[in-house]
C-alpha cells in the first residue's frame, strides 16, 4: 500500500513569515496534488503536479514535485491569515507506470498563522 | 456547472443502526469515490466505480459497508450495522475518467455513532 507522510502536522506562523511543508512517499508515482481544507468544509484543489520537477505558484504558495526523491514541498511566502487551513497532499497511485486515479492522502498539515 | 452534491449533510445515529449516504456526482463524470475522512486524518478512498461498475473496494469494510452506483450516476453509501468507529465525514467524489482526471470533492456527510 501506498504511503504518505506529512510534516509537519502542525505548524503555527507569524503573519509575513516563510516556511515549507514535506510530502514523503513510499511508491513510484508522477502525478501528486495539495489540497485546501477549511474547518467543516470539503476539499479544495490547489495543485495538481504531472511530472518530475514540476513546479506550481498560486499567490502566496508554491508546489514543487521531486519522483526521484519522491518528495513534494508546499512552500508558503509572507504568510497571511488567510491561509489558515489544513493543507494535504495526495499522490495518485500508479500501476506498471500508468496512474489509476486512486488517492493516497497524507495526514495533513495544521496551518495557523497569527498576526 | 454544478459541483458534486452529498445528502445528508449531517447524520447522527445509535451503534448497531443503519444508514445510507447519497451522492450526485458533476455530471458527464463516469468515476465516482466514496472516502472516509477521520478526524485528525487524511481522507482514505473506500471505493471507486468507473461507470456502474466497481474498479476498487480493497478498502472497503464489506462486513458492513456497501456501495451502489445504479445507471451510472448517482451512487449510495450504507453502513449496516454502524460501529462507534465509523464516526467520519464520508466524501464523495467524482471525475471525467479514472486516470489523468482531477477529482472533484463534495461537501461531504458528517456522521456521527452513539
Known amino acids: 500500500e501506498l504511503k504518505v507522510e506529512q510534516n509537519p502536522l502542525f505548524l503555527s506562523m507569524q503573519e509575513g513569515k516563510n516556511y515549507t511543508i514535506y510530502c514523503n512517499y513510499s511508491?513510484?508515482?508522477?502525478?501528486l496534488y495539495w489540497y485546501r481544507q477549511d474547518p467543516g468544509k470539503s476539499l479544495e484543489s490547489l495543485f495538481v503536479?504531472?511530472?518530475?520537477?514540476a513546479v506550481k505558484q498560486e499567490g502566496r504558495l508554491m508546489a514543487s514535485l521531486d519522483t526521484k526523491a519522491r518528495l513534494s514541498t508546499l512552500h508558503i511566502t509572507a504568510a497571511v491569515h488567510d491561509l489558515s487551513a489544513t493543507y494535504f497532499c495526495?499522490?495518485?497511485?500508479?500501476?506498471?507506470?500508468?496512474?489509476?486515479?486512486?488517492?493516497?492522502f497524507g495526514r495533513g498539515t495544521q496551518l495557523t498563522v497569527w498576526p | 456547472e454544478a459541483g458534486v452534491a452529498q445528502s445528508p449533510r449531517y447524520k447522527i445515529i445509535e451503534k448497531r443502526q443503519s444508514v445510507a449516504f447519497w451522492c450526485n456526482p458533476i455530471?458527464?463524470?463516469?468515476?465516482l469515490y466514496w472516502y472516509q475522512q477521520i478526524l485528525g486524518q487524511g481522507p482514505k478512498l473506500l471505493i471507486q466505480?468507473?461507470?456502474?461498475?466497481?474498479?476498487?473496494d480493497s478498502q472497503l469494510p464489506k462486513d458492513r459497508f456497501s456501495a451502489e452506483r445504479l445507471k451510472g450516476v448517482d451512487s449510495t453509501l450504507k453502513i449496516q450495522p454502524a460501529k462507534l468507529e465509523d464516526s467520519a465525514v464520508y466524501l464523495c467524489?467524482?471525475?471525467?475518467?479514472?486516470?489523468?482526471?482531477?477529482?472533484?470533492f463534495g461537501p461531504g456527510t458528517r456522521l456521527t455513532v452513539t
Open positions: 511508491t513510484t508515482s508522477d502525478r
Open positions: 495526495a499522490v495518485d497511485m500508479t500501476d506498471r507506470g500508468s496512474t489509476l486515479g486512486r488517492l493516497y
Open positions: 455530471s458527464g463524470h463516469a468515476t
Open positions: 503536479l504531472l511530472s518530475n520537477g
Open positions: 466505480f468507473q461507470n456502474n461498475g466497481v474498479v476498487d
Open positions: 467524489a467524482s471525475s471525467l475518467g479514472a486516470r489523468y482526471y482531477e477529482q472533484y
